[in-house]
């Protein structure tokens, strides 16, 4: 008798575990699923094709691994972003990144880039408080009062990146900077598929809100935003 009700209790657990596998799975794809659709059609390798919009959102990396050597993807979102303007696809550049340590700030780090790569330092404005795309794509709506953008980032952050303006009345498109991880040999494009399941709860169930906002800035009328300490 005791053995009966202790088999028929695995059994519970077990489907109980086997239940909550399936709907862990099934909400992990419908979330991959909804941030892929969000981008359709908003996507452009192509920047003879990609409409002119007067700002490109460059939302920021490190420009070093943690080895010291240069970051791949610095660079190609640093190109992707002087292509953009220099064929005249964009008016401004607006570089987004973390800056909340000390001797780190990636928004500065991008300006400095683009500038070296010819762009006037007059057209590239600092946004030092883009801890997160989420932050990011926020604060490009609320602090400098934008209604489109164009993102610039690889395709898999550019996906996560429209997923989140449309859920936060900011027309975007995203001009994709080549991928320089195809193998995925340091892991980006596995953390990208848990950042837009994160994307999707901060959407629909957490209602996460940016860190900061901070005063107003209009790109082209107010001076060029710097970093000058972390925030």
Avoid at 81 to 98: H, I, M, R, W
């Amino acid at each position: 008798m005791v053995l009966a009700k202790q088999k028929s209790l695995r059994r519970k657990i077990v489907l109980v575990l086997v239940s909550v596998a399936i709907c862990l799975i099934a909400s992990i794809t419908g979330a991959l699923a909804l941030v892929r659709h969000a981008s359709a059609g908003r996507l452009y390798d192509d920047v003879g094709k990609i409409p002119h919009r007067q700002v490109g959102l460059v939302l920021g990396c490190s420009q070093f691994l943690g080895d010291g050597t240069p970051n791949p993807f610095f660079k190609s979102r640093v190109h992707a972003a002087t292509e953009l303007f220099q064929a005249g696809k964009v008016d401004y550049l607006l570089v987004s990144g973390d800056n909340h340590t000390k001797g780190y700030d990636e928004a500065t780090d991008f300006k400095q880039a683009l500038v070296q790569a010819g762009i006037p330092a007059n057209r590239v404005y600092c946004d030092c408080a883009g801890f997160r795309t989420l932050d990011s794509i926020v604060r490009a709506r609320d602090v400098f009062g934008l209604k489109q953008i164009t993102v610039v980032s690889q395709e898999f952050h550019n996906q996560r990146a429209i997923f989140l303006s449309s859920h936060e009345d900011l027309d975007a498109i995203g001009y994709n900077a080549r991928d320089v991880d195809l193998g995925d040999a340091s892991g980006a494009h596995k953390r990208e598929k848990l950042a837009k399941v994160k994307a999707a709860l901060d959407i629909y169930l957490l209602r996460t809100k940016p860190r900061f906002l901070g005063p107003k800035i209009s790109l082209g009328v107010d001076a060029p935003t710097a970093c000058s300490s972390a925030q």
